[in-house]
Structures are given as C-alpha cells and as structure tokens.
C-alpha cells in the first residue's frame, strides 16, 4: 500500500507513515512552544510564518533519519525543531533583503509590520533556536555553529558576486551549497546522530542531505519563474525582480556570452530586459513569459535532477529499509516540484 505522506511523499510502509506524521505534530507542537513569548506582540510577529504552515522539509528529514537508530530518542524532535526555527529566523530576513511581500502565501512579516520587525524577530528565533539547542549538548552546538556559518558565508557570496575569473553557475552552486544544503545536511547529520546511528549512516545522511539540499533550492528557483503565487506561496518573479539571478538567468547569460556576436536576437533582447528596471510590472510580465518558454528553464531542470541523482546515489551504503525507500522517493518529490 502506498501511503501519501508530507511534502507529497508517497511512503509504501504504513507504520513509517504513521510514525512520521506523529513526529511532525510534535515538532508543530514544538515549534509553537519554542516561539511563545509573554509579550503578545512578539508572540504574534514570532509565530506568523510558525501558524502559515510550510513543507518542513527539514524536520521531514531529521525524522527519516532517526529511523536507522532509534527514532524516539528524547533528542530527535527537539533537533527538529532547531533546524526549522533556525530556517524560520533566516525567511524573515530574507524577505527584508529581497523586499518580499508575500511569504507562505499570507503577507511577509516585513510588508506586515516592518523591516526593523522582521530582522529583530529573526533574531528572536535564532534566540529560541540556541536556547533549545543548548540541552542537546555541546557536540550539536558546534555542529549548528559551524553550518550557520555556511549559511551566512553563502548568502555573503551570493551579495558579493563571483569572484574575478569565476564560473558563475559555478559561483552559483558554490553559494546554495552554502546558505541552504548546509542546514538541510544538518537535518540529516542531526537525526542520524541523535538517534544513536552509527557514524557512517550520520556521515552518509550528512552527505545526502548536503546534496538534496542543492536540488531542493533549484527546484525553489525555477518554481519562482514557472509558477504562479498559489503554487509557491510567494510572488512569482521575486528574484528577477530583486536582480537575483538564480540558475535559468544564468544559463541564460552564459549561452549569449558564449555566442557572442552571433548569438540569437530573441536571447539578447531577454537578456537585454532582464536587465532593465523590472519594478515595472509590465517588463516583470514579459520576463517571466519568455523565460518560462526558454530552453534555460529545461537546462536548470537538467541540473536539478543531477543533484537528486546525486543525493539517491548516496544513500547506496544504507541498509535497505523502508526508511531508505522514503528518502529515494523524495528525491523525486524534490525534482516534481520542479515540474
């Protein structure tokens, strides 16, 4: 029997089912606990996007893990919660950077309240994250430590552009390394290890989530383009809005450069216009319109896939369990997102 679970995961054992969603109402449960506040408006501004839902990949993920130790070891659901809060922290100041309006499909905090608002409770829950992460000893703490300085140091990159000489698709892919495949890589590495697995399953998990990490924001990118709000639950096009090029602009980019002067008129006219002033609402249109039908869109999707092949191939030294099973299947969950 084939069982639908979260993320549009079809897991094929109905006890890893059921034992996955019960782990994710806890973390739910969790993450509400973690973000109260007696002050009721940090209590309304800390739980906005807690209340608007979420895929909670990351979380899904931890709990997978945990299935090759003990999966109901007292560290794994607050772990969970870490990761999500500590993911939660950086939306908010994210949709600052990026001037975002829509988050989830309900108004960003920014746009809601204000910029001051949103980046102070970002570091609010980074606050609650610690103060979790704390009982979980001093091994997680460096481990959070360390990926977050991943995290920071990709979303630095990403503002400071390639460096001089530099591939920017290989820039690119250097930076969601960073500022999203390290926290996913600790999903794994933090639900392997916290359930008691044995080193090389935390090292394996550690890897594969790294690598599914990498698939899942190129998904995220070419969702920002192909989709429309309800889908994505964001405003379509905010990255090309904001001058943001994620990996189709880029191959985009790099198929006129390498061209040159013969390069086909219909690719330099959008190149032309995703350079222009996208403010406007009309240009933003167009933009979106001819990327979407571009041949770029299909090589992003190439590399998308690549990445999840990548993750599935790692998990090859796993034992086979419904477990594995699940976590293969979600690299093809990542990959459909993509269309």
């Known amino acids: ?116 608002v949103a980046v102070l409770t970002g570091d609010f829950l980074f606050a609650r994250a610690s103060h979790t992460l704390a009982d979980l000893g001093p091994e997680a703490v460096r481990i959070q430590a360390e990926a977050f300085e991943r995290l920071v140091t990709g979303q630095i990159l990403e503002t400071a552009g390639p460096r001089e000489g530099q591939d920017p698709i290989e820039h690119y892919l250097e930076v969601l390394a960073g500022k999203t495949g390290s926290l996913i890589a600790v999903a794994g590495r933090f639900g392997a290890m916290m359930s008691g697995a044995h080193e090389t399953v935390v090292h394996t998990l550690t890897q594969y989530g790294e690598r599914i990490g990498v698939a899942f924001q190129l998904a995220d990118d070419l ?30 980019r790099s198929r006129v450069a390498k061209a040159g002067a013969a390069a086909d008129p219909a690719d330099r006219h959008l190149v032309e216009l995703l350079d222009s002033d996208l403010s406007d609402d009309e240009r933003h249109a167009e933009a979106l319109r001819l990327l979407r039908a571009h041949p770029a869109m299909e090589q992003a999707r190439r590399d998308t896939l690549r990445y999840a092949d990548a993750a599935r191939a790692s998990l090859a030294p796993l034992p086979e369990c419904a477990a594995k099973q699940a976590l293969a299947a979600l690299c093809d969950a990542v990959v459909h997102r993509a269309g």
């Not at 889908?231 to 994620?246: H, M, N, Q, V, Y």
């Open 1 to 116: 029997m084939t069982v639908v679970g979260p993320f549009g995961l079809s897991v094929r054992d109905q006890d890893l089912d059921t034992d996955i969603r019960a782990g994710l109402a806890d973390v739910e449960e969790g993450l509400l606990e973690a973000t109260k506040c007696d002050v009721p408006f940090i209590n309304g501004a800390a739980q906005h996007l807690v209340r608007a839902g979420g895929k909670r990949f990351r979380p899904l993920l931890v709990l997978l893990a945990a299935q090759f130790g003990d999966p109901h070891a007292p560290g794994v659901v607050p772990s969970a919660v870490v990761v999500e809060l500590t993911h939660l922290a950086t939306l908010y100041h994210d949709d600052v950077m990026d001037e975002a309006t829509v988050r989830r499909g309900v108004p960003s905090a920014n746009a809601r309240w204000s910029n001051s």
């Open 223 to 252: 969702l920002d383009i192909a989709s429309d709000s309800h889908e994505s639950g964001k405003t379509p096009g905010t990255d090309l809005r904001e001058g943001i090029a994620t990996l189709p602009v880029l191959h985009l």
